[in-house]
């Protein structure tokens, strides 16, 4: 069966893309008309990108878990929501069916409120990929809490961090995380970041590992003591929300500062999320889904949750490591769950594609229908690996373009309707108005390529809202009108260079700012630089990306060292050690450089560009050096030891 608003052919596509941009209040009603509604709204869309102010579907009411779950009790009730694949194969999988995951949710919600989280409050979650992280986040928006995920790969300097800027009253964690043949300790560094952190009054604690923890008396509980307390008798209503209310924060990477808490809102973020899996995916009811990545980040709370859930979906969700036991484990779950679309980043394929084709011997791999990626840009090698491998050429593959700031897919194919182009990400979602624009915020024109096709590139802009975009930054709407809606009067940048050829396909060539995508992972150079600072003896630092052929990108730092002196290898671990304490591991530069001095403006400014053509293994071609302070310093730099 497909949905209302599933797109079914090409014709269709242009059809839907056309009178979404010509009239999109009546188009979005359309789609919204499929949702359950506690009141429906007085008005689809009012925006202008000058404050900014967005609003989808003003005055209306509803509860975004009633769309995920109660909806579908019905008729889905005994349909599998999630199917869990834990980290140990020895350890069973479970499934929790739609009437199952409700029940948990429904009690969890009331955990929540027994423990004084309300309405509007905001509760960090730092967990690791099981069931009760997706129960964690649905209960917050069961009652009207503003959820905030870390991803469990950060730091207690990076929970301390966010919790302060979201002023959470209450983090939920996990005694431990398993991760392949290790366990992370959750809640010890959940203990480090509240030694400097003051709001948080309760810490609700899942025990997965069993590892050995201290609980606070008055702060720390039991996830299964809290449950344990509750009849269901107890269970609360859940709470009718604004259509623009807070659903959650995400804090994502820019160019300058901390992390920024990225915001969305119930009714428009609902709307984009299923929207965009129905129509990306070509999703039919009863396929099996297996997005890979981790809830932590954005991709994970668009599809593996919300999108699949308000969709009626089984979405699978993954526990472990690509590489644990071995690196045929995606396959094996793949054969395992009878998966029909796969979900993952260019940067796991590059890494498995990497051991040759002798784990893909005895997978069967047949029940695969769609595949997708996102995160990065796909290189050919990848996008061929991945479609003769994987897909066994009879599976279309999506090349999913969108950010943490979109909350859904803008730019891609749709699998089996649009055409695919390897290494583009092709044509706009309906509702989306792409632009290219150069340094003026002129749109550019087709200039020829090499191969003489027309095309034109520059910066990517988006003209119009769409549903799922993000509102503001929390508790500084300043920082979000700055950093997105500043630099081009009227439009939203992306941050995103793009390539567009003739027939109107995009493609995205990565970030013109400093913002770095390692391994899929955003992290912002400037972030990693203040951590270097940290560091004792360390002047200055200056971080640029470089081409990696596993990660996409990699980090280079060159540091200038004033300290104490040591052997430079030990220098460098250190410098690295510190990195991990103040953002997380996966901040850890590939390569160090010490040097005396960096490329400055007469001004004061680094030139980053010599120092990325440097990192880039280019010895020539430096581009104008003229303009620097002290010239000489690049060709020490360009000469000096990694
Ligand atoms: C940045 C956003 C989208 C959810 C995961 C990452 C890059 C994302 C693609 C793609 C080329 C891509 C962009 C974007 N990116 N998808 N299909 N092709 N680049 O979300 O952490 O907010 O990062 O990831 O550079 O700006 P994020």
Not at 4 to 31: G, M, R
Request: proline fraction near 5%; hydrophobic fraction near 40%.
């Amino acid at each position: 069966m497909s949905y209302p608003f599933q797109i079914n052919s090409l014709a269709q596509y242009h059809a839907d893309y056309k009178a979404a941009a010509e009239n999109p209040d009546a188009f979005w009603a359309n789609v919204a008309d499929n949702f359950c509604w506690r009141k429906k709204w007085d008005k689809v869309l009012g925006w202008n990108f000058t404050e900014p102010k967005i609003e989808w579907f003003a005055g209306a009411k509803l509860n975004i878990t009633e769309n995920c779950l109660d909806r579908h009790l019905e008729k889905l009730g005994d349909k599998p929501a999630i199917i869990w694949e834990p980290n140990n194969v020895d350890e069973p999988a479970r499934t929790l069916t739609y009437k199952e995951l409700h029940a948990q949710i429904i009690q969890f919600a009331q955990v929540l409120k027994n423990n004084n989280v309300n309405r509007g409050d905001r509760v960090c979650i730092y967990m690791g990929m099981i069931p009760e992280l997706t129960i964690a986040v649905l209960a917050c928006a069961r009652i009207g809490a503003i959820h905030s995920v870390i991803f469990g790969g950060f730091s207690a300097q990076s929970i301390a961090d966010r919790m302060q800027d979201a002023k959470a009253s209450c983090i939920i964690t996990c005694d431990g995380a398993f991760r392949g043949n290790k366990i992370i300790d959750l809640k010890a560094v959940v203990d480090d970041a509240l030694l400097q952190e003051n709001v948080v009054q309760k810490v609700i604690v899942f025990a997965r590992t069993k590892t050995p923890v201290i609980m606070m008396d008055g702060r720390d509980v039991w996830w299964d003591d809290e449950m344990n307390k509750i009849s269901i008798t107890d269970f609360t209503v859940a709470e009718e929300m604004d259509a623009e209310d807070p659903l959650f924060i995400l804090y994502t990477s820019g160019s300058t500062g901390k992390p920024k808490g990225v915001v969305h809102t119930c009714a428009g973020y609902m709307i984009w999320t299923t929207y965009t899996f129905v129509n990306m995916f070509n999703y039919q009811q009863g396929d099996v889904h297996f997005c890979t990545a981790d809830i932590g980040w954005i991709t994970g709370h668009s599809y593996i949750i919300y999108g699949p859930l308000a969709a009626g979906a089984t979405s699978v969700m993954f526990e472990g490591i690509p590489t644990f036991p071995d690196v045929g484990r995606f396959w094996d779950i793949i054969d395992k769950h009878q998966v029909n679309i796969l979900y993952t980043a260019p940067t796991a394929l590059r890494s498995l594609m990497s051991f040759g084709n002798e784990p893909l011997q005895g997978k069967n791999l047949s029940s695969l229908k769609t595949l997708g990626t996102v995160g990065e840009p796909i290189n050919e090698e990848a996008w061929h690996w991945y479609d003769d491998n994987i897909g066994k050429n009879k599976c279309p593959i999506v090349d999913t373009w969108w950010q943490t700031e979109t909350g859904g897919c803008l730019i891609t194919n749709l699998a089996g309707i649009t055409p695919a182009k390897p290494s583009w990400a092709t044509l706009p979602m309906p509702g989306v108005q792409p632009i290219i624009v150069d340094e003026k915020g002129e749109e550019t024109s087709p200039n020829p390529s090499e191969g003489g096709a027309l095309v034109t590139s520059g910066n990517l802009c988006i003209k119009a809202p769409w549903p799922g975009m993000l509102r503001t930054t929390w508790g500084d709407h300043e920082r979000c009108r700055v950093n997105y809606f500043a630099t081009y009067p009227n439009l939203y940048f992306t941050g995103d260079g793009a390539l567009k050829d003739a027939e109107g396909n995009y493609r995205i060539t990565g970030r013109v700012d400093d913002v770095l995508n390692i391994s899929g992972h955003r992290i912002g150079t400037a972030e990693v630089e203040n951590a270097i600072n940290m560091h004792n003896g360390v002047i200055e630092s200056a971080v640029v990306g470089y081409p990696h052929d596993i990660k996409g990108q990699g980090i280079y730092a060159f540091v200038i060292y004033n300290g104490e002196q040591m052997d430079d290898n030990i220098l460098r671990q250190n410098i690295a050690a510190t990195i991990s304490k103040a953002i997380g591991a996966i901040a850890k530069p590939d390569k160090i450089q010490f040097v005396s001095g960096l490329p400055k403006t007469r001004s004061g400014k680094i030139m980053r560009r010599i120092l990325r053509k440097i990192a880039e293994g280019e010895t020539e071609n430096l581009g104008d050096i003229t303009t620097l302070l002290d010239p000489d310093v690049v060709a020490e730099i360009r000469d000096g030891k990694v």
